[in-house]
């Protein structure tokens, strides 16, 4: 495994407590350590970068939500936890596009990480829901949603980049659009 | 209240934004009135939802901008496992290869056919002495010294290591088979087609031509009486129609058809090839003409071409037997007359099973 960048490669403690702490230079360099040996992993095994592109991020998503959870402990070496994952995610979309040959060149050893991609799995589906609840809510409910709940702006900011008369009318709104999400969001299957 | 001040009041009770009278007088409501704490429940559950979302689009942004910050071709050229200089050049060439080995494996098959190479033969050539299971065999050596030992061997019917076909030359006990029968023989006898054995000695063989003659020295024997047949001198003609008999098992078997070439395996002029059935066990039996002239003797067939048997043509017979030195021939005198000849197939087999002989071999 010589082909590894060996400059900056985070400790795996380093990465915990990173992630903990929403460490942007924690995880540039988790996502540099480690990216070389996912796209050995996926080029080498019918894929391309996007692929592997894809695959990794989708794998650095699951263990930073395990550890934001805080039910991630670390059993092995969080290389080895990284390409396992990655190799089981590669492996279950090699069989949703029937490129799976029955064998898997593999460059690092690996463990049996089934249930964690599945959980992960779920929380996706959940969350395209979401994506497209947006989507079919416009404008400006969208806007006003995403700004007071996902980037925490007051309803004082908010009232004055749309122009309401008062905050009293911007609530109403807000509420309102908010009903109309969630009825959006539960009409979905 | 409306849902909308409901929605309100969850939401600042969820933040913490209420006052202390507020908040508790809102946890009563909440805790008798089951529809208002499913309302909480649920609410915290979908902002939460909202929430994490954002955070899953903020994460997945940040993780592309990384992502951009590499070399990823320049990675993926390094990490590419390359097949070795041999696989590459396969790749590549591989058309070109297969044509130039096409046409190589062309030119070899073409020259061994045109060199005759591929018309070797050799391993399909058998000699049709017959050759018994080990087992049988070994009884019948000791069955054999037993016999010895009691001085009672002549007449037993015991089959030998060895069979062969053999016929009768002249009326006194001549009998001639294939040399490949009776080779490296310690004791050969003969038996006829009324169950008889009488002992013999190989007075005289001639490998090249696959010959040899035997004499009976049993003194039972008398005399076979005059033999039926004549031998033919001079070359047959193909398409003549022949025939043979033998043993190839136990009892007599005709083998019927025609000649039909007039040399044998790989051009031997010494023999004719026939078209007549046969088996191991037909190794010296008579080739006969329509007419009853013996006119060769079965020594061999082709193992994969059927009904292509080999016979040493009557010629080479007659030469052989000038050739016995007078001390070993005795009393050999030929038969020259045909009493077959205008007889029917059944009646000349008749007449002539008599002088039909199996040759049993027996070595150690």
Known sequence: MSKELNSGIPTDSEVILGILNNSDSVLKRLYIAYFPMVLQLIINNNGNADDAKDIYQEAIIVLYNKVKTGDFELSSKLKTYIYSVCRRLWLKRLAQMNRYGGDIKDFQEYLSVDDETEKNNERDIQFNKMGSALQLLGEPCKTIIEDFYINNRSMQQICEDFGYTNADNAKTQKYKCLQRLKKLFFQQN | ?364
């Open chain 2, 1 to 364: 209240m409306s849902d909308n001040q409901l929605l309100e009041q969850i939401e600042r009770y969820l933040n913490g934004e209420m006052s202390n009278d507020e908040r508790a007088h809102f946890e009563v409501l909440r805790s008798e009135n089951a529809d208002v704490n499913k309302k909480v429940a649920e609410h915290k559950h979908f902002v939460n939802l909202i929430k994490q979302y954002g955070e899953r689009l903020e994460l997945e942004k940040r993780l592309n901008a990384l992502h951009s910050e590499i070399d990823v071709h320049s990675l993926e050229e390094e990490l590419m496992i390359h097949p070795s200089w041999i696989v590459s050049i396969w790749r590549n060439h591989h058309s070109k290869i297969s044509v130039a080995a096409s046409i190589a494996i062309f030119a070899v098959l073409s020259t061994l056919f045109f060199t005759g190479y591929l018309n070797n033969k050799e391993v399909n050539y058998v000699k049709l002495s017959r050759e018994l299971d080990h087992l049988k065999n070994s009884t019948d050596q000791i069955n054999h010294k037993l016999n010895n030992l009691n001085r009672s061997g002549k007449g037993n019917s015991n089959p030998g290591n060895f069979r062969g076909t053999g016929f009768a030359i002249s009326s006194n006990g001549y009998i001639v088979t294939d040399y490949h029968v009776v080779k490296d023989a310690d004791s050969v006898y003969v038996q006829g087609v009324d169950g008889k054995s009488y002992r013999t000695k190989v007075i005289y063989s001639e490998p090249g031509a696959d010959i040899a003659v035997l004499q009976i020295t049993d003194p039972a024997f008398k005399s076979f009486g005059p033999i039926p047949y004549a031998f033919k001198k001079a070359d047959t003609d193909i398409g003549e129609n022949v025939f043979t008999i033998g043993y190839p098992r136990d009892a007599m078997v005709l083998g019927p058809g025609f000649l039909t070439a007039s040399t044998g395996f790989r051009g031997d002029t010494t023999q004719y090839q026939v078209s007549t059935p046969v088996d191991f066990g037909n190794s010296g039996g008579p080739l006969l003409d329509s007419k009853g002239n013996v006119i060769g003797i079965i020594n061999a067939k082709e193992t994969h071409v059927e009904g292509a048997a080999f016979a040493v043509k009557s010629s080479y017979l007659l030469k052989t037997i000038q050739d016995i030195p007078d001390s070993l021939k005795g009393s050999l005198n030929l038969n020259s007359k045909n009493i077959l000849a205008s007889l029917s197939r059944v009646q000349q087999i008749k007449k002539m099973q008599n002088y039909v002989f199996m040759v049993k071999v027996y070595n150690q």
